[in-house]
């Protein structure tokens, strides 16, 4: 059996992952503490439970499974809460991967898909964001995850380690099949929220900001669904097999949408009235970001197949209404 450790594989993009993972004929090993993962949500293959931070574990479970890849998502993802307590972010994101990046060698296990964000850039020039723009990020969130492909670039160099960082813009939707979903707590992101409001479960959703430089003064982003997102590991890890990949990749639609669109669209696809109350700016929100996703179209051969807002809220209303 062709065994794939994910680590986070009980979370939100790693669980889809672990289903893209079977569906393509390999054996998702989860490595999650379930401290955000659900063990709901490993249903493709074992659910190892440890710490990124437990060095003698990881080492425990990769000379178990032996596998032949790592794809790493094991990372606190909230970039408020990063602000507030960064020792959390480095310790977590920053020394986890370097203590898993040890294990890895340790275990001979040469292959890295690594977990990356648009976050790494930070507040862009430039829209739509190519890989080649600068990153500086504005966050201790982001600011982990670009330390790491820093670190990944220096480990290829010396020791040979293959890798690549995916930078996702902003992941929305659920399994089409209605197996997998987003489920954080405390949820943070616009959609979930934007639902929860619809199915009657919170009174309103608060717009961060109406005056951005914006069609209708509301942040845009890149939603891209969580079935693509996992798509793309798939074929990053085995592009890592054969020809040579770039460092990193944008995993973005390319198309925007605004919160206020956001929310337009959500009442269309629910059916119902999603109450709103306009709030100040979120610190650290960039007015757009927007991905070019075409080296990850033209290299690792990615289609995107949910690219329509509506079908991605669609995903996420059927899964959140059932929960
Ligand atoms: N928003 C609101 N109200 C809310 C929640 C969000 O107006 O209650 C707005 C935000 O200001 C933003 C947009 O909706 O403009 C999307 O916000 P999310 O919190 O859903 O997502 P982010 O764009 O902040 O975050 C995502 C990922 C992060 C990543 C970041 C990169 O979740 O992990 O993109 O910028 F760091």
Redesign the pocket.
């Known amino acids: 059996m062709n065994n794939v450790l994910v680590t986070g594989g009980a979370g939100y993009i790693g669980s889809h992952a672990c289903k893209a993972l079977a569906r393509a004929g390999y054996r998702p090993v989860s490595y999650d503490n379930l401290a955000y993962g659900h063990e709901w949500a490993v249903k493709w293959g074992p659910l190892e439970k440890g710490d990124i931070l437990d060095a003698a574990r990881l080492g425990e479970v990769l000379a178990a499974y032996k596998p032949s890849a790592v794809i790493h998502f094991a990372a606190f ?3 408020g809460e990063s602000v507030r307590d960064p020792a959390k972010y480095y310790r977590n994101n920053l020394a986890g991967t370097l203590g898993l990046l040890d294990a890895m060698r340790r275990h001979g296990v040469e292959k890295i898909v690594f977990s990356s ?3 790494t850039y930070g507040i862009p020039d430039i829209v739509p964001i190519a890989e080649s723009a600068p990153q500086h990020p504005i ?1 201790p ?2 600011a982990s ?1 670009w330390m790491i492909e820093r670190v990944l670039a220096d480990y290829g160099h010396a020791y040979g380690l293959r890798s690549v960082a995916l930078r ?5 939707g659920a399994d089409p099949d209605g197996e997998l979903g987003e489920d954080h707590d405390p949820e ?7 639902l929860d409001v619809a199915k009657g479960a919170r009174p309103n ?5 109406e005056d951005y430089a914006t069609q209708d003064g ?4 890149d939603y891209v669904h969580v079935s693509d997102l996992a798509d793309a590991h798939i074929l990053a890890m085995q592009g890592l097999e054969g020809h040579e990949l770039r460092s990193a990749y944008n995993l973005g639609t390319g198309e925007g949408h605004s ?1 206020a669109q ?1 929310i337009a669209c959500a009442e269309r696809v629910t059916g119902r009235k999603i109450a709103a109350t306009r ?1 100040p ?2 610190p ?3 007015a757009t ?1 927007l991905a070019d996703p075409s080296l990850a179209k033209s290299e690792l051969h990615w289609t995107p197949r949910r690219t329509a807002i509506s079908d991605i809220i669609e995903t996420a209303w059927r899964w959140r209404r059932g929960r």
């Open positions: 993802i909230d970039v964000t648009c976050a966050n969130y982001g995850k996702y813009f902003n992941a929305a943070t992101h616009l959609i979930p929220l934007v959703v608060t717009i961060f900001g509301t942040c845009v982003r919160v956001v709030g700016r979120r650290g929100d960039p970001l």
